[in-house]
């Protein structure tokens, strides 16, 4: 029996540990968080694209973010995230002018403007989400799992460029494509964002060639995204073993590939930059071994280059400019429309050319498709923003992501790199490339990052937060109301002394005609024609007409076209319709009397030029034929030069019946239109509303942060007198009784303790205390104020309301806070 009773407790006493083994494996799990919508997004690249949600997952990834963060008691704000909320009111302005025609472009209403904005309006709002989200997960989201994701996302770039070159023709429909209706899926953006695709097939050099894209549609995007994970690629694995940096080596020798191949000369730019940067950065850090890594790693891929088939193409591809010249026009064109048509809020969105650069009534055709130039604005982050969201959208992006590099470009913290590279490729491209969709989450990303750096370094405790910025907008929201209204006033009012132009248009039709007074010469283009139609003799007649100067007039006259036709569209604005009116048919007359002259005139030189030939020729058959009857001889010569004078004098006939019978100068296929357009009010009223809203904002803000005040300062003179205690706010409660009770205990006997019900910190704390202070009699009626950094003046007031109202007298304070307040 005892044998029996002493085998029991070893027994007993494994089950019990087996068990409590089992209990902490299953609070271990129950600890573990989720995994994450962002490393969800990024490492299921590959599923995502396949089923046609790749770009999707990362708007399902926000809004899972927007639900966890509102789950949180107190959201901390990072440095700079204003000036992006603001942006992004910036940029609804641009609902103003979404229908507005901008010069230079082609006129006309497109209800597809709507969804346009409202696809890169969802990546803007992402974005946002994405830096909130990282600035306040930092247990929950470590950075070193984002800087994993990020890099396993450039081993997926890799692998798509990798499949471009072997499979560029793949092109297969995804499944959400399949189970859409087939009238949504054939929809351009709708094919851009669902539709797999493995390359784009360009003529770069001169013949189709295979430019990697996967797993985006456009080249340009797939180079911007390679550009900004590179360097997390390169930090992360570097520090994971032998083995990782062995495979690191592998992967940049395979990723030579698609990137030389691309033909992408800003992606080999921003990789030389970044890399020259990453390189002095790690010497200033004192760090040789990064230093070496980074230079043995720039030797190599030039090596690679250099002594492979690699460099001549990269060779060729800068010898071969292609588009630099197009690409310079657009920029050209888009900046002058914008800063001409709406230079403070923009269009909202893209527009397309009116023509091309090479003629006004260019565009594509069935023998020329590639004749229509791209959209204003998407050849590069910085004309997208200043066409779309005016010179005010630009500054805002630039002060958010310029102030974070500057910020941050001397941090010594080794993790600091990567974020910064990302940085410094969104703005060294900004001329190139359109930083939209995935590309901007990564620079948001990149953002979050580095705000944590900043959050560490200045205690999470005293950050401003969302409360803490909502708070003061309430108590001045009456600026806001106000802002608004004087920016609908100023923008009516402007509208009401300027007023708006009534623009005046007519049609015609030029028929082809020789102009120049040469014979066989081609006619005359029709861009030629537009400058007939504005041509000093037209001008003057308007300015008689209407009595404004010449320069002026050659303002506000202007000649458009129809693409590949030959119709002229005049078109005059001006303050009195009938002024307009009669300027638009003053030009189209004096233009046509003026092609009529300069018709007649050519016509009756080539008249007389061709009859005075044919007379020369008929003499000349006239006195060959005298010769051959006096000599009764006609050799084969002989008959060979009358037949060729026959033919010639033929032909020279037949010229002057054409030169006699084509006598159409023009035709005027439209009557005389006066509109008057209300894109001027919609420019102005956008522009001072938005202008009137950021500056009730801020008004609003100091307002209300005035009217509360700070704990740090003036204080109510009820209280000015108690003792405040500042401690800590320890997450291990631990901490409190061994450091901080005995100073807290010093107090007397209490009744109460009130925090600030606004501050997460201060209640907590605040229920913590509740069993653990003393406790006096309930005739003692006295209470203990808890406020934290975020407390405003206004809820101190409140507390002390609360003690008069329960017959409560204060005997102290304290301020919760971090151990350096």
Request: glycine residues 8%; proline residues 6%.
């Amino acid at each position: 029996m005892a044998s029996g009773v002493t085998s029991s407790v070893p027994a007993t006493q494994a089950e019990r540990s087996g068990n409590g083994q089992d209990e902490q494996v299953h609070r271990r799990r129950q600890r573990r968080p989720p995994v994450d919508p962002l490393v969800v997004a990024f490492v299921g690249a590959p599923v995502w694209w396949l089923l046609g949600l790749f770009q999707a997952m990362f708007f399902v990834a926000a809004a899972i973010m927007v639900f966890r963060l509102a789950r949180m008691r107190d959201v901390v704000l990072p440095r700079l995230l204003t000036v992006w909320l603001i942006f992004l009111l910036w940029v609804l302005a641009g609902l103003f002018t979404l229908q507005v025609d901008a010069p230079g472009a082609v006129a006309g209403e497109s209800a597809g403007r709507y969804l346009t904005f409202s696809y890169r309006y969802a990546w803007l709002v992402a974005g946002a989400i994405f830096f909130l989200y990282i600035a306040n997960t930092p247990r929950s989201l470590p950075s070193e799992t984002i800087r994993r994701a990020l890099s396993w996302f450039f081993v997926v770039l890799v692998g798509g460029g990798l499949l471009g070159l072997l499979l560029p023709m793949a092109d297969f429909p995804s499944l959400l494509e399949a189970l859409l209706p087939r009238r949504i899926a054939q929809i351009p953006l709708a094919q851009e964002i669902i539709h797999p695709s493995t390359a784009q097939v360009q003529s770069v050099l001169g013949q189709p060639q295979p430019r990697p894209s996967a797993p985006f549609a456009y080249t340009n995007e797939w180079g911007l995204t390679v550009a900004l994970t590179l360097p997390f690629f390169v930090h992360t694995w570097w520090r994971m073993g032998t083995r990782r940096r062995v495979a690191m080596v592998v992967v940049l020798a395979l990723a030579a590939l698609p990137i030389v191949d691309s033909l992408n000369r800003g992606l080999w730019l921003c990789l030389i930059i970044v890399a020259v940067f990453l390189a002095l950065r790690s010497a200033y850090l004192g760090d040789p071994r990064t230093f070496l890594v980074f230079v043995g790693l720039g030797a190599a891929a030039l090596l690679i280059v250099l002594a492979s088939p690699l460099g001549d193409t990269v060779q060729e591809r800068f010898a071969t400019p292609h588009s630099d010249e197009g690409r310079a026009e657009l920029s050209l064109h888009t900046v002058r429309s914008a800063l001409e048509g709406s230079p403070v809020i923009g269009f909202g969105t893209t527009r397309d050319v009116a023509g091309n650069f090479n003629s006004i009534a260019g565009g594509a055709s069935a023998v020329c498709p590639g004749c229509e130039p791209p959209p204003m604005g998407t050849h590069g982050q910085a004309w997208l923003l200043i066409f779309t969201t005016g010179i005010g959208g630009l500054l805002l992006y630039l002060t958010l992501v310029g102030g974070y590099l500057l910020r941050h470009v001397r941090s010594r913290a080794p993790e600091s790199g990567p974020p910064l590279a990302a940085l410094l490729t969104a703005l060294v491209t900004m001329p190139i490339y359109n930083s939209t969709g995935v590309s901007l989450l990564i620079v948001f990303t990149s953002l979050g990052l580095l705000a944590r750096l900043d959050l560490a370094e200045t205690q999470r405790q005293d950050a401003p937060t969302m409360v803490g910025l909502l708070r003061p907008l309430r108590r001045g929201s009456w600026l806001v109301v106000a802002g608004i209204a004087i920016g609908v006033c100023a923008g009516l009012l402007v509208q009401g002394v300027l007023g708006a132009p009534a623009v005046a248009r007519q049609s015609v039709l030029v028929p082809t005609a020789n102009l120049t007074g040469e014979a066989d010469v081609q006619e005359l283009t029709l861009d030629s024609e537009a400058e007939l139609a504005t041509s000093h003799r037209v001008l003057q007649s308007v300015s008689d007409v209407t009595g404004r100067p010449l320069p002026e007039v050659e303002e506000r006259l202007t000649v458009g076209a129809a693409p590949n036709t030959r119709v002229l569209t005049l078109s005059y604005d001006d303050s009195d319709p009938a002024v307009a009116s009669s300027a638009v048919g003053t030009a189209v007359t004096e233009y046509l009397e003026l092609r009529a002259d300069l018709s007649n005139t050519t016509q009756d030189s080539l008249e007389q030029r061709r009859t005075a030939r044919y007379d020369s020729l008929s003499g000349a058959y006239t006195d060959l034929q005298s010769t051959l009857r006096s000599t009764n001889f006609v050799s084969t010569t002989t008959a060979d030069a009358l037949a060729d004078l026959r033919n010639e004098m033929a032909t020279t006939d037949g010229g002057l019946e054409e030169l006699t019978e084509s006598r159409e100068l023009g035709t005027r296929v439209s009557d005389i239109s006066v509109t008057r357009s209300n894109d001027v009010l919609l420019i102005r009223l956008g522009s001072a509303v938005v202008l009137g809203t950021v500056g009730g904002l801020i008004l609003a803000f100091l307002w209300g942060r005035y009217r509360a005040g700070s704990p740090r300062g003036r204080v109510p003179s009820e209280i000015a007198g108690l003792r405040t205690v500042r401690v800590p706010h320890e997450a291990d409660q631990g901490r409190w009784d061994q450091l901080y009770m005995r100073r807290l205990r010093s107090f007397p006997s209490l009744e109460v303790v009130l925090p600030d019900p606004t501050s997460p910190t201060a209640v907590e704390v605040a229920n913590y205390l509740e069993t653990r202070l003393p406790r006096g009699r309930r005739s003692a009626r006295r209470a203990l104020l808890l406020i934290s950094a975020q407390t405003s003046l206004h809820e101190i007031t409140r507390l002390l309301s609360t003690c008069r109202a329960m017959r409560l007298r204060p005997v102290g304070i304290v301020h919760v806070g971090s151990p350096s307040t």
